[in-house]
């Protein structure tokens, strides 16, 4: 990114676009890739399953839970820690019955089997069941297509505003640079081995309207400046506007990124997981402000140049 020498001092952007929009498909081309081989690691929220959180008063391993639960032999069973000190959650399945009513008693006998496991092996250590959660594979596969649905919607409502509120040449970059942050802020999230729920779900939803809000501040900048200086070109129009709003983009993204890095360093759970997705979805959501939607703009002013 080179700098001109004109009473602005300004980054010249649009020069480097093609070269970070070749990154951008690249990456959300890897990111779509490594979702399809490696596929997503959805939560009971989506999949359906038992989530039981408890905590001791005193030592407990997680390997000694982990075999205390294997051993009754009810299927796949997962234990990982949560938190600071001796707070477990222990995830199952559950067995399928020939019918819901049979399929409901089972995963009650399941999960009583747990519970008293884990409080008559573990009594010295005093656990505390605080939490139990079940969701069935129906409604688990019903939140799933929801939130698909949700996130499809979204994207169509706001390529509609914004051709609306702008012109249709500022839609398909709003809308592109959406689907370009989603789309590598879910697959980070995959890689790093962390589950994908309605939280998280809702985090995305989240830096949708983040990122969506930064985007419009730049393509209001430019139809300003395209009012001021229609004989300078495109190129130009984009350039000075991306370059008069980069202070409110730096200050506003890295006061939000701060915040949300505390709540990832201090937090735990389901905030410091949603709390690290906005991290992510904060870098790439200001980066695709800059180098996706904006050039994406110059580019349908091209095509629209060409017709005419």
């Known amino acids: 990114m080179t700098i001109k020498n004109d009473s602005f001092g300004r980054f010249d952007f649009v020069g480097k676009a093609w070269l970070f929009g070749g990154i951008s498909l690249l990456l959300v081309v890897a990111s779509l890739v490594y979702l399809a081989v490696n596929g997503i690691n959805y939560g009971i929220d989506f999949k359906g399953g038992t989530e039981i959180q408890v905590k001791f008063a005193g030592g407990v391993q997680i390997d000694e839970i982990r075999k205390s639960v294997d051993d009754l032999k009810l299927g796949e069973v997962g234990v990982q820690s949560f938190g600071e000190g001796n707070e477990y959650i222990v995830r199952f399945q559950g067995r399928q019955g020939a019918t819901d009513k049979e399929t409901n008693e089972i995963l009650n006998a399941d999960l009583t089997k747990i519970?008293?496991?884990?409080?008559?092996?573990?009594?010295?250590?005093?656990?505390?069941?605080?939490?139990?959660?079940?969701?069935?594979?129906?409604?688990?596969?019903?939140?799933?297509?929801?939130?698909?649905?949700?996130?499809?919607?979204?994207?169509?409502?706001?390529?509609?505003?914004?051709?609306?509120?702008?012109?249709?040449?500022?839609?398909?970059?709003?809308?592109?640079?959406?689907?370009?942050?989603?789309i590598i802020t879910l697959a980070v999230f995959v890689a790093v081995?962390?589950?994908?729920?309605?939280?998280?779900?809702?985090?995305?939803?989240?830096?949708?309207?983040?990122?969506?809000?930064?985007?419009?501040?730049?393509?209001?900048r430019i139809?300003?400046?395209?009012?001021?200086?229609?004989?300078?070109?495109?190129?130009?129009?984009?350039?000075?506007?991306?370059?008069?709003?980069?202070?409110?983009?730096?200050?506003?993204?890295?006061?939000?990124?701060?915040?949300?890095?505390?709540?990832?360093i201090f937090a735990d759970g389901t905030v410091a997981d949603i709390a690290f997705a906005i991290c992510v979805g904060i870098f790439f959501g200001t980066y695709s402000s800059i180098y996706v939607a904006a050039p994406l703009v110059l580019l349908m002013e091209k095509l629209n140049a060409k017709k005419a």
């Open 115 to 182: 519970k008293d496991t884990i409080t008559t092996q573990f009594a010295a250590a005093q656990p505390d069941i605080r939490r139990v959660d079940t969701v069935g594979p129906q409604v688990g596969a019903e939140l799933k297509r929801n939130g698909l649905l949700a996130v499809f919607y979204c994207l169509l409502v706001i390529l509609i505003y914004v051709a609306l509120r702008f012109d249709y040449k500022f839609a398909p970059g709003a809308v592109l640079c959406l689907a370009h942050d989603a």
């Open 193 to 220: 081995g962390k589950e994908v729920n309605v939280a998280i779900l809702a985090a995305i939803m989240t830096l949708i309207g983040f990122s969506l809000n930064d985007t419009i501040v730049v393509f209001d």
């Open 223 to 264: 139809r300003e400046t395209e009012g001021h200086y229609h004989e300078k070109g495109y190129g130009f129009i984009i350039n000075r506007s991306i370059n008069e709003m980069l202070v409110r983009t730096i200050i506003t993204s890295g006061t939000t990124f701060v915040s949300a890095l505390c709540l990832y």
